[in-house]
């Protein structure tokens, strides 16, 4: 039974308590999966240019990238030689074609900095050149009318791009002025702003006469203040026009697109957690001003990216519960609905809707994979790819997938059932709650990593969409508002029992665990039931009012609370782990990245000095250097081997 207790007092005990930790793998696979970060289809058609790299065996990101170009008909390829060497952390990014497809330009992160140069290569991987070399961050390419080279650049950048990444050592003044990442064109090897100094650009699409750009921006630190972005358009380092701001307090904005004929910009609006984790409804604005229309008002479905494809059609990358679905939107008021020109039970990564195009061609790539299908680039028409890589060809998960829905209160839950391979008897059951709260669980492949390690010790894996998740339109993702750990956790716990009348579930073997949102739910189940015997919390939240002034984020809670800390500290309070941490019994380990800004480690300290008070087991591991979420192999080997041997102890 769930139970909720009104909170107790709070109380912050700072303590200091870091562990390092030792490099251990225990790799099911001495096969590595390749991983294919980036593509990019050449406007004929006839080329595809990837970032790619073996994950290694513990299931990270690739530590060693590879800049490709493959030909579309044969599969030919050639491995471009980047300037600092093929070792670890000398990382291509951003390849973008000029506009003739004879060339491809990237970007070149050198290791240990945070510089970038930008290079042109030719087809045959021949005439490397250097067109820029910028002391700061450089992402997100982009040719324009002309031939013109547009990105975004941080000058002078003290950390990557994202909240994710690792934050720096609060030292010396704290809330200086910050860089901002700012609209920048490259001619002749110079480079122009091409937007103020005192906004951070999160986007942005070119005009298609040339004469600027639109983009989604806010002034002052850019990790915190991309949820309160609005919509303008710019043209030069002058004063931008503000086109659009939302008018509801819950939206954020994302993926500006604007249409070929330069009148309308298309772009996704809806609550989001997190920069990067898009989902929402598509909105029409008018470019030279007026009000929004939001084309998919009711839509049971949320986007989770939009393009403009060759042919001047809107397409819409969307999750409808367990479907991926490419569809057309027409623009004209008559018949302004959906078409849908895919679905399946797969993810899709490209540029932009999931897909990148190749115009005038009007070829599209994508790397799609599935829990069983290991990802590969395909190209082809929309709907008619084929797979122009087979280099993962051969490795298989241990898996049986299995899309469950569920009622939950007034809603229908969707969310996955990964039954290990070859098990009939009744197995444990570990709960897997995603992050976010803003994000979904989508078929991907998991590869060498510790999901895999599970499934291969005989756990069957519950991975659960509760309210507050896309995929099933505006309303569902923002029933979780005001109210963080009650509706969204009853989903989970009522979707367990679906899950035990569907399949042979041992219901007292149950464990827990996720990171971030997922870290705060696992922290907060295990003081409302005590129907889990183990739980790992990464990255977690346990007191929502010390959270609020102690992470780099802030502006991503008032949405969800209504208000700041400071004024409602009662809802904050409510939804804290720690207010109930009396009833906490799970033996629970836990771990966080030292200097993650956006779960700062002093949440997770907080939760496992009580829970080490109170005499449960616990184990707190701070992993050194890391941001949100584990980047170095030997950690994220270690984290593996800890996840197996203490769900082993408890739930064996």
């Known amino acids: 039974m769930l139970r909720i207790r009104q909170p107790r007092a709070l109380h912050v005990l700072v303590t200091l308590a870091v562990l ?41 990101e690739p530590q060693v990238q590879d800049l490709v170009i493959r030909r579309t008909d044969n599969g030919v390829q050639v491995v471009i030689a980047l300037p600092c060497g093929r070792v670890p952390q000398c990382w291509p990014g951003s390849p973008a074609w000029t506009p003739d497809g004879k060339q491809l330009t990237f970007t070149v992160r050198a290791p240990g900095s945070h510089a970038r140069s930008i290079y042109t290569v030719t087809l045959d991987g021949t005439h490397l050149t250097k067109v820029l070399s910028f002391d700061g961050t450089v992402i997100e390419l982009r040719y324009g009318p002309g031939g013109r080279l547009a990105m975004l650049a941080t000058e002078h950048a003290a950390k990557e791009v994202g909240a994710t990444q690792a934050g720096v050592s609060l030292v010396g003044e704290v809330g200086a002025v910050t860089p901002e990442q700012r609209i920048a064109t490259v001619d002749a090897g110079q480079l122009t702003w091409q937007s103020p100094p005192d906004l951070y650009v999160y986007d942005f699409d070119w005009r298609p006469d040339g004469n600027g750009f639109v983009g989604t921006a806010a002034p ?12 303008y358009a710019f043209a030069g380092a002058g004063n931008p026009r503000l086109v ?77 519960r367990d479907q991926t679905q490419i569809a057309s939107l027409s623009l004209r008021a008559v018949d302004r609905k959906l078409h849908v020109l895919w679905s399946g039970q797969e993810s899709l990564d490209g540029k932009q809707a999931g897909l990148s195009f190749g115009c005038p061609a009007g070829v599209t790539a994508t790397v799609h994979e599935s829990f069983t299908r290991p990802p590969e680039i395909a190209v082809g028409s929309i709907g008619g790819w084929h797979d122009l890589t087979h280099v993962n060809a051969g490795i298989t998960m241990p898996v049986e997938p299995r899309s469950m829905t569920w009622s939950s209160d007034a809603f229908t839950v969707q969310g996955w059932l990964l039954w290990p391979q070859h098990h009939a008897d009744k197995v444990p059951l570990i709960t897997i709650v995603h992050g976010g709260p803003a994000a979904a669980v989508t078929p991907s ?4 990593s510790w999901i895999r390690a599970l499934l291969e010790h005989g756990y069957a894996l519950f991975r659960p969409n509760p309210r507050g998740s896309f995929g099933q339109g505006e309303a569902f993702a923002a029933a979780n508002v005001r109210d963080l750990g009650y509706g969204d ?11 035990a009348r569907a399949a042979p579930i041992d219901t007292h073997r149950l464990g827990i665990t996720g990171a971030s949102y997922g870290g705060f739910m696992t922290m907060l189940a295990v003081t409302q039931t005590d129907r889990f015997r ?20 802030d502006q991503w809670m008032i949405p969800y609370f209504g208000a700041t800390a400071y004024d409602d500290p009662y809802i904050y309070a409510r939804s804290s782990p720690i207010s109930y941490i009396r009833n906490a019994h799970t033996p629970t380990l836990v771990y966080v990245g030292e200097y993650d800004i956006e779960c700062p480690p002093a949440q997770t300290q907080e939760f496992w000095h009580a829970l080490r008070t109170q005499g449960v087991p616990t184990t707190m591991v701070v992993y050194p250097g890391e941001g949100h979420g584990l980047r170095d192999a030997a950690h994220v080997a270690d984290l593996e081997h800890r996840v197996l041997a203490w769900f082993d102890q408890y739930l064996r």
């Open 534 to 553: 183990a739980a790992i919390a990464g990255a977690g939240i346990s007191d929502w009012i010390s959270y609020y002034g102690q992470n780099g984020i």
């Open 445 to 448: 492949f998991s590869g060498p």
């Open 20 to 60: 390092l930790c030792a490099a251990a793998s225990t790799a099911q696979s001495d096969r590595a999966l390749r991983r294919y970060l980036q593509i990019a289809v050449a406007p004929g058609g006839a080329y595809v240019a990837s970032v790619e790299g073996d994950a290694p065996l513990s299931g990270s």
């Open 489 to 499: 956790l009853r989903d989970i716990m009522s979707g367990i029992d679906a899950v």
């Open 220 to 231: 002052g630190d850019g990790d915190n203040q991309w949820w309160v972005a609005k919509l």
């Open 244 to 320: 659009y701001a939302p008018v509801d307090a819950q939206q954020q904005l994302a993926e500006p697109r604007l249409s070929p004929d330069g009148k309308t910009i298309a772009v996704i609006a809806g609550i989001m957690s997190d920069f990067g984790s898009t989902g929402g409804d598509v909105y029409l604005v008018p470019f030279a001003g007026g009000p929004a229309l939001n084309a998919t008002a009711g839509m049971a479905a949320s986007a989770r990216g939009i393009a403009w494809n060759c042919d001047g059609q809107l397409l819409i990358n969307l999750l409808a």
